[in-house]
């Protein structure tokens, strides 16, 4: 399968900073990949649909201003939480979906781990 | 709003035994549907993927998918303590948006 990687895997910071968070297909190029947050015990919850080259596309209360999004090229996107504040702590992950097609797979990064003190 | 609904578990069964998870979805319209595996505190790995009404087979585990009845299950024959995670249904919905059930705890014991 797809590889995706994510740095960094843990994240610990003070409430108010900023924290950058890289998604990166190894393998292959992904034109469409997505950011998840998990809290501890729930679903997987879609935060964002990233395509390169263009805006991201945000979940109904995801606040775009807070969480930036790039997708500069085909195989990384990052995703920045500003103001960082404790009710962000949180497991994210990014997917990457493969070329077109019909398999429409996504494949799983490892996911970071975010504790805002 | 489009769903995907999963019993939470936990699912006991003992090792060797044949361990079944349900999934059901919402959207008719749907074509693809997937199963992910997530161990405690990691990140989601593809188990399988299935489109098409029955079974299919890939070493121990069998996906069947019913569309009439809107119902996908995941079959993990001779079950192993190390199959012991959260089972995640997906489907794709909408516009390729993914949708996660809040999956099944399996628990199998030695």
């Known amino acids: 399968g797809a590889v995706v990687s994510q740095h960094p895997s843990w994240v610990i910071c003070k409430s108010g900073t900023s924290v950058k968070i890289e998604c990166r297909s190894l393998?292959?190029?992904?034109?469409?990949m997505f950011w998840y947050r998990q809290f501890p015990k729930q679903s997987l919850m879609l935060m964002a649909t990233?395509?390169?080259?263009?805006?991201?596309?945000?979940e109904q209360g995801v606040e775009k201003d807070k969480f930036l999004i790039n997708h500069a090229s085909l195989t990384l996107s990052t995703l920045t939480v500003t103001s960082a504040h404790p009710e962000d702590s949180s497991f994210y992950i990014c997917?990457?979906?493969?070329?077109?097609?019909?398999?429409?797979?996504?494949?799983f990064g490892p996911g970071t781990r975010l504790l805002v003190l | 709003q489009k769903e995907v609904e999963q019993n939470s578990g936990p699912l006991s069964v003992p090792e060797g035994a044949i361990a079944s998870l349900n999934c059901t979805y919402s959207?008719?319209?749907?074509?693809?549907f997937f199963w992910y595996r997530q161990y405690s505190g990691k990140s989601p790995e593809l188990i399988m993927f299935?489109?098409?009404?029955g079974d299919k087979e890939d070493g121990r585990f069998t996906a069947q998918l019913n569309k009439a009845s809107q119902y996908v299950s995941l079959l993990i024959r001779d079950s192993q303590p190390s199959d012991s995670a959260t089972y995640l249904c997906?489907?794709?919905?909408?516009?390729?948006?993914?949708?996660f059930g809040k999956g099944t705890m399996l628990l199998v014991s030695p």
């Open positions: 990233s395509n390169e080259g263009s805006k991201a596309t945000y």
């Open positions: 393998d292959f190029q992904a034109t469409t």
């Open positions: 299935i489109y098409s009404n």
């Open positions: 997906a489907v794709i919905t909408g516009y390729s948006t993914l949708t």
């Open positions: 959207d008719r319209g749907s074509q693809s």
């Open positions: 997917s990457a979906r493969d070329p077109p097609g019909r398999q429409e797979t996504q494949y």
